[in-house]
Each structure stands twice: as structure tokens, then as C-alpha cells.
């Protein structure tokens, strides 16, 4: 099994030597969607995490009308997970689904206690992970909250600089909060001054 950006993502990120990967890769289990395929639905509860090798993924709710709030956009090497369902154990108010062909790795609590059996220090590594997660949830909420349009775009190209020509705009909009009419004004006023994302 080739899984490039998750043996990278373990080795540089999760500190695990090229020896600890071998003996953690046998209990690897990886899962395709296609495009639009769900991994999670809302009312069902999140029992694990997705690595995503290969592929888009979008993490999203629903609001009263139906229409789609995007909180995030996860690409090769991001992770997406409904945190709060799997550590309670509640049903989830959220969807995850592909937007385009993806591969994701799992990573459920069996993996996890296989990867801190070979490397003790994983655990602390991975809770590094979890804390950088939150530090920019809340500047997305700050962002959300007080920032221009044009901010929270320059932040959102800054963070997904690969994904622009992966996603229809509308779905930017969402994830931006404003509508896509919005998102074309600030990409004109942009272009005017030779923005290039």
C-alpha cells in the first residue's frame, strides 16, 4: 500500500522513525469515497478521524433552510473528524463528504494505540495536532466575527493556496460566510490591484 503523504505526515509530524512506520503500516485501513459520497452524516455518531491521502473533503452543516455552512476544506495531508461526536459519543449535527475521488487513512482509537505502542511520544505529538486545530478554529470564529471580505479571503487562499481551482465558488462563499456574488467582487477588486493567489 503507497500512502506517501501519511508516511510523511507520521514520520515528520507524528515523529516516528522509518522503522516505527513498518511496524505501525500493517495496521493501516484506508477508506475511498468518490465525489459526493458521505464519510459522516448528521444524526450518525463520528467514531473516528480521516487523514486524507489523495482527494477533497468538506466538513459541513446545515442550517434551518437547508443551506450548506462549510466550516472546513480538507486536502492531502489535512485531517477532518466531528471531534465533539467522537469523544462523547453523540450524534453528530454534521456532514463530511467528498468533493472530488479521495483516499483517506483512518484513524480510529485501535490505530492510535498501535502507533503509541512503537512510540510512546506519539500521543504527545498528536495532542499538539489537536491544540494547532483549535488555535485556528478560533481565528476562523475571530475572522468570521469581525473581518472583511476581503480578509477572510486573503486568509483562506493563504490557507488553502492549492485548492482554488478544486472547489466551485459557491462553495467558497459558503465556507467564507458571504454569498458568491460577494466572493466575485472581492476576486475583481483583487485582480485590479495584481493579486495573484
Same mark, same amino acid.
Given at each position: ?5 501519511? *508516511?510523511? %505526515? ?19 485501513? =484506508? ?10 452524516? !448528521?444524526? #450518525? ?5 480521516? %487523514? ?5 473533503? *468538506? ?28 469523544? %462523547?459519543?453523540?450524534?453528530?449535527t454534521y456532514y463530511i463528504d467528498a468533493? #472530488?475521488? =479521495? $483516499? ?5 482509537? !485501535? ?7 512503537? @512510540?510512546?511520544?506519539?500521543? &504527545?505529538? @498528536?495532542?499538539?495536532?489537536?491544540? @494547532?486545530?483549535? *488555535? ?7 475572522? $468570521? &466575527? ?9 486568509? %483562506? ?8 481551482? *478544486?472547489?466551485?465558488?459557491?462553495? &467558497?462563499?459558503?465556507?467564507?460566510? &458571504? ?12 485582480? @485590479? ?5
Amino acid at each position: 500500500m503507497s500512502l506517501p503523504n501519511f *508516511r510523511k %505526515f507520521l514520520i515528520e509530524k507524528g515523529g516516528l522513525s522509518e522503522e516505527e512506520f513498518a511496524q505501525v503500516e500493517p495496521f493501516i485501513k =484506508t477508506k475511498s469515497v468518490t465525489s459526493y459520497e458521505f464519510l459522516l452524516k !448528521a444524526g #450518525e455518531v463520528c467514531s473516528h478521524s480521516f %487523514f486524507v491521502e489523495q482527494g477533497v473533503l *468538506r466538513f459541513y452543516a446545515l442550517n434551518e433552510e437547508g443551506k450548506e455552512n462549510i466550516l472546513q476544506f480538507a486536502t492531502e495531508s489535512w485531517i477532518v473528524s466531528d471531534r465533539g461526536s467522537v469523544f %462523547f459519543q453523540e450524534p453528530s449535527t454534521y456532514y463530511i463528504d467528498a468533493i #472530488e475521488d =479521495t $483516499l483517506t487513512v483512518v484513524l480510529d482509537d !485501535a490505530f492510535i494505540s498501535e502507533v503509541v505502542k512503537v @512510540n510512546s511520544n506519539f500521543r &504527545i505529538q @498528536n495532542e499538539k495536532l489537536l491544540q @494547532n486545530h483549535i *488555535r485556528h478554529l478560533y481565528k476562523r470564529v475571530t475572522l $468570521l &466575527i469581525g473581518a472583511t471580505a476581503k480578509a477572510r479571503y486573503l486568509e %483562506f487562499v493563504n490557507m488553502y493556496p492549492d485548492i482554488m481551482l *478544486r472547489v466551485p465558488q459557491w462553495m &467558497i462563499a459558503s465556507y467564507l460566510g &458571504i454569498t458568491p456574488e460577494s466572493l466575485s467582487r472581492v476576486r475583481k477588486a483583487l485582480a @485590479n490591484e495584481n493579486f495573484k493567489p
